[in-house]
C-alpha cells in the first residue's frame, strides 16, 4: 500500500507564493511519475503539473506555464510545487498523484495513488 500525503496548502493573497509539498511512504520507489491536479468547486478534477520519475521531464497546464514549478527530490522521495503570482482562479484543493509509470503525464489514468489533498485559497 502506498500512502501520499500532501501539505502546504493555505489561504493568500493574490500574487502571493505558496509551496506545496508531496510525500510518499508504503510500497513505492522513486522511479514513479509524479503529478499534480486540482479541483476547484462544481468542477473537475484537472492536470496542473507533472515530472518524470528522475525529473528530467517536466510539464504544465497551460494555465500555470510560467507560473508553477514542480521538482523532485529523489532521495527524500518528495515532489514540490512551488506556486508563484497565484490568482483567485487558482483557488482549489490540490492533490498529488503517482503514476505507475514512469514518465510525466497529465492524464488522470496514468495515476495510481492519491493523496487527500490539501486547501490553496487566492483572495482578490
Known amino acids: 500500500q502506498v500512502q501520499v500525503t500532501e501539505s502546504g496548502g493555505g489561504l493568500v493573497q493574490a500574487g502571493a507564493s505558496l509551496r506545496l509539498s508531496c510525500a510518499a511512504s508504503?510500497?513505492?520507489?522513486?522511479?514513479?511519475?509524479v503529478g499534480w491536479f486540482r479541483q476547484a468547486p462544481g468542477k473537475e478534477r484537472e492536470f496542473v503539473a507533472g515530472?518524470?520519475?528522475?525529473?528530467?521531464?517536466?510539464i504544465y497546464a497551460d494555465s500555470v506555464k510560467g507560473r508553477f514549478t514542480i521538482s523532485r527530490d529523489r532521495y527524500k522521495s518528495t515532489v514540490s510545487l512551488q506556486m508563484n503570482t497565484l490568482k483567485p482562479e487558482d483557488t482549489a484543493v490540490y492533490y498529488c498523484a503517482i503514476a505507475l509509470r514512469a514518465y510525466a503525464s497529465s492524464a488522470k489514468s496514468d495515476y495510481r495513488y492519491w493523496g487527500q489533498g490539501t486547501q490553496v485559497t487566492v483572495s482578490s
Open positions: 515530472i518524470s520519475w528522475n525529473g528530467g521531464d517536466t
Open positions: 508504503g510500497r513505492t520507489s522513486s522511479n514513479n511519475g
